[in-house]
Each structure stands twice: as C-alpha cells, then as structure tokens.
C-alpha cells in the first residue's frame, strides 16, 4: 500500500493555515484529484502550495490561489461561471463541484483538448470547455453570475464586466504581464461596478485571440 506524500497530507491544513476557511470550498479542494492535472513528472508535488508548469508555457496555479480566487467568488449552486484561461482545468474542477455550471474558455487547442477529456474522464460533466478567445466571448452564452480569470490582464475590459449578471462577481489578476499584478474583485452593483483589490499575485499573461500552436 503506497504512501500518501506529505503534501497531501498537509495540503487542508496549509490552506487553513493561510486563512481559507470556507468549508464548502475546502470540501472541493479535498475532492479533486490534483495529481491528474500536473504534468506526470510533477505528480510527487501536486500538493505542494506552488505552481507548476503545464503544456504550451501555461501553469497550474498554486492550491491556495485557486482556493482563494474560488472562495473570493462567494459561489452558490445555482450560479453560471465563466472562466477564462482554462489551462489544465484544474480551476474548472473546483468551481464545477460548488455551482451549477462552468463554461471555460482557453486559447490553446492543445490545452482545450486535454482538460476536456480529462475533466469527462472524471464524470465533471457540468464544465463546458471552450476553445477560443477569452477577449470575445460569444454573445449566445449570455450573462454570468461569477466570472474568474485565470491569466494577468492590463485591465479588465468594460465589455467583459458588462457580461456579469445584476449582483455578479468577477475576480481577475490586474496588471503588467510581466511582474506582480493584483488579484481585483468586481461587483455588479445597480449603482454600477463595484472594485476591491485584494492580494498580490503572479499569472501568465492573458493575450486576446486564438494561439498559434505550439
């Protein structure tokens, strides 16, 4: 019988330590299997709280940001998400086992592919993986309830704000795409958009169009 790493069994506890105390978003973390969405050569370090790199220069971000972007979201079950920057659908996972449905979207036909088989392999069949361009989301998909972008924008686009519903909830790492940005939360409020900024973070950045591949 195979050992657990100790990451994974330090992996609640550090999300704890760090401050994530939403117990719904914990539940999720604990339910998705990391180690299917790292690299195979990284599975050893799946649990650690560090980001790892995926295919076509992408990453998967480290447990607690995606933590803390998921529990900042305020999720409930009957929300629409849209996700921009699907990379290995890691995030998707987690956002599809605390709402209704999650539409994510990924301009890497290489990654769009693989976290599509990957996430139907694992029965999440309430993601809805999307190749194309996060910088124009195509009007038949409607409004959002929760809107998470996975990659650095030098802002956030009025036109993408405008696809939150009344009361919605968009979080984005705002800034230079090469550096530190800043992790912003906007609300949809009737008075207008509503903006807090929160933490400091590190994405790759998030580029409009479709990718050349690689």
Known sequence: MSQEPPEKMMFQLTLRRRGISDQAVLRAMEEVPREVFVAAGDRGHAYRDSALGIACGQTISQ????????EQ????????????GT??????AVLSRLCAHVLTIERYRTLADTARDRLEALGYFNIEVMYGDGFDIPPGAGDFDRIIVTAAM?????TLQRRLEPGGILIAPVGPHHGTQTLVRVTRKDSGFERKELVDVRFVPALPGIAREL
């Open 154 to 158: 030098e802002q956030i686009p009025d």
């Open 87 to 92: 990379g290995s659908g890691y995030q998707a």
């Open 63 to 70: 447990p607690f940001v995606v933590a803390y972007m998921t």
């Open 73 to 84: 979201l305020q999720l409930r079950k009957d929300h629409k998400v849209l996700e921009i």
